[in-house]
């Protein structure tokens, strides 16, 4: 899925900077307007969990600080932790080559699932043995 | 996005275990037959690249223990480093929450990034000053 501004970017050099809100305006957001972010804990480096956010997401979450996702199943802003408590600090940003998915590095306060489990990633494939395990207690 | 699957998941204790195909058969797919798969470094735990698969390039991932993708751009099943010899084999693959979202981690053999970065996400936002700064050369 390569488009011409991201393409445009692989030649830069390292430490070489583009205007934040000329990269936004061009990353590939799907037909309902969401691109896949990716949440990781900057401490431990553990994937803690996958979720969406549009545009304005993304500026919210940036400017504010806080992780803020959109709800497909709500249809409406969904700032981690604001019923829960267990909020997601943003301490880095990153978008991919072709500007189809977010890294965001947080500092998660409390579990990231809903489960009450560290992380969404639970569900471990023993491939072995054509199993999947259960990681962790609900909490 | 829950599903009465994963939610009776959720109350199983730790190292319970359930068939592999019966979760496989209940992951969310989208309208296209793809679920996004976040690859990570299994030793350093960075997030190399995300990208998508379908049931058919899981169930191949987890018989050859390479990673294999989707490629929506060709359309075809993407073995990677098939062409650059950058393959990725498959150390553990996991599930999230609510069955829209595979981490998979992995060892990498040379570098993620088709611009021959170590990973695919290079570009990192430099939110004080409004830009987003280029992470290494493009080797």
């Known amino acids: 899925m390569y488009q011409k501004f991201?393409?445009?970017?692989e030649d830069l050099p390292d430490k070489e900077t583009v205007p934040l809100n000329?990269?936004?305006?061009?990353l590939v957001f799907n037909?309902?307007?969401?691109?896949?972010v990716i949440?990781?804990?900057?401490?431990?480096?553990?994937v803690l969990m996958m979720a969406w956010m549009n545009k304005a997401a993304i500026e919210k979450t940036l400017s504010e600080g806080r992780m803020t996702y959109w709800s497909r199943s709500r249809n409406e802003f969904w700032t981690k932790g604001e019923?829960?408590?267990?909020?997601?600090?943003?301490?880095n940003m990153s978008f991919d080559c072709d500007g189809d998915a977010v890294l965001c590095q947080v500092n998660q306060s409390g579990p990231?699932?809903?489960t009450l489990?560290?992380?969404?990633?639970?569900?471990k494939v023993d491939n072995k043995n054509n199993r999947v395990t259960v990681i962790g207690n609900r909490g």
Do not use: M
């Open 117 to 123: 489990r560290p992380n969404c990633f639970y569900l």
């Open 31 to 36: 037909d309902s307007g969401l691109i896949p």
């Open 22 to 26: 000329e990269v936004i305006d061009h």
């Open 83 to 91: 019923s829960s408590g267990n909020t997601q600090e943003l301490i």
């Open 112 to 114: 990231a699932c809903h």
């Open 39 to 46: 949440t990781q804990d900057v401490e431990t480096k553990d």
């Open 6 to 9: 991201f393409r445009e970017l």
